[in-house]
């Protein structure tokens, strides 16, 4: 399969109330395994909409979804968080680590949701922490760490278990410029090294860096 990404005349919509909400319209989409893709948009142009559907986190109103050659689509809901833990890496804006949990503990916690050997899991956590740069830190919480520092823990999370896609969702939105420059090389190392990467923002500055981008605007691609 050439494509990892494949999406087919996709609608979403919403009712509220009477009325209907076309968060998006008609969105025809390919992107290829390997491939570094930047989804560009204003706030409410539809792109979280979109990262939430390729994410398996939603569900679309109309159309097709193909991820690695199957029709997500057509998925119930326990066959799609199979598909997100077994392909799909999340990094938020809000790194959503959990404050009682180490940064080693909060990358082992998917993984034993996924029913991962204990040993096997502390040596995946500990090698997606060395690969952040953050070895000589994984016994410290959260509240001992920087935003940057945070950040790199999420990315070692959704890496861990080594899918092949990684979504990221404004990554740098809460970062300094040098804290979101290093979370920038981390990305990119991780696309050389084989990794599909889809990343939404609405920094035009990020956004140059990026291969290929991909501006949505009302629901459209443009």
């Given at each position: 399969?050439?494509?990892?990404?494949?999406?087919?005349?996709?609608?979403?919509?919403?009712?509220?109330?009477?009325?209907?909400?076309?968060?998006?319209?008609?969105?025809?989409?390919?992107?290829?395994?390997g491939e570094m893709v930047a989804?560009?948009?204003?706030?409410?142009?539809?792109?979280?909409?979109?990262?939430?559907?390729?994410?398996?986190?939603?569900?679309?109103?109309?159309?097709?979804?193909?991820?690695?050659?199957?029709?997500?689509?057509?998925?119930?809901?326990?066959?799609?968080?199979?598909?997100?833990?077994?392909?799909?890496?999340?990094?938020?804006?809000?790194?959503?680590?959990?404050?009682?949990?180490?940064?080693?503990?909060?990358?082992?916690?998917?993984?034993?949701?996924?029913?991962?050997?204990?040993?096997?899991?502390?040596?995946?956590?500990?090698?997606?922490?060395?690969?952040?740069?953050?070895?000589?830190?994984?016994?410290?919480?959260?509240?001992?760490?920087?935003?940057?520092?945070?950040?790199?823990?999420?990315?070692?999370?959704?890496?861990?278990?080594?899918?092949?896609?990684?979504?990221?969702?404004?990554?740098?939105?809460?970062?300094?410029?040098?804290?979101?420059?290093?979370?920038?090389?981390?990305?990119?190392?991780?696309?050389?090294?084989?990794?599909?990467?889809?990343?939404?923002?609405?920094?035009?500055?990020?956004?140059?860096?990026?291969?290929?981008?991909?501006?949505?605007?009302?629901?459209?691609?443009?």
């Open positions: 399969m050439e494509f990892l990404i494949e999406v087919k005349g996709l609608y979403k919509i919403y009712k509220q109330g009477a009325n209907e909400v076309h968060a998006l319209k008609d969105i025809n989409l390919k992107i290829s395994r989804v560009v948009g204003r706030s409410g142009s539809g792109k979280s909409t979109l990262m939430n559907i390729l994410g398996c986190l939603d569900t679309p109103t109309l159309g097709e979804y193909y991820l690695d050659g199957k029709a997500v689509n057509k998925l119930k809901e326990n066959q799609l968080s199979e598909i997100r833990s077994k392909y799909i890496g999340f990094i938020f804006q809000g790194f959503n680590l959990i404050p009682t949990l180490t940064a080693l503990e909060n990358i082992e916690l998917p993984l034993c949701y996924q029913g991962i050997h204990k040993q096997k899991r502390r040596e995946l956590a500990k090698q997606a922490l060395c690969m952040v740069g953050l070895e000589n830190r994984m016994h410290h919480y959260p509240s001992e760490l920087s935003g940057g520092q945070q950040q790199r823990v999420a990315i070692a999370r959704a890496i861990a278990a080594k899918p092949p896609l990684i979504l990221a969702d404004e990554p740098t939105g809460n970062l300094d410029s040098q804290s979101g420059k290093q979370i920038m090389d981390i990305l990119f190392d991780l696309n050389s090294n084989g990794k599909t990467i889809v990343l939404i923002t609405h920094d035009k500055e990020i956004a140059k860096l990026i291969p290929r981008r991909i501006n949505i605007a009302d629901g459209r691609l443009v």
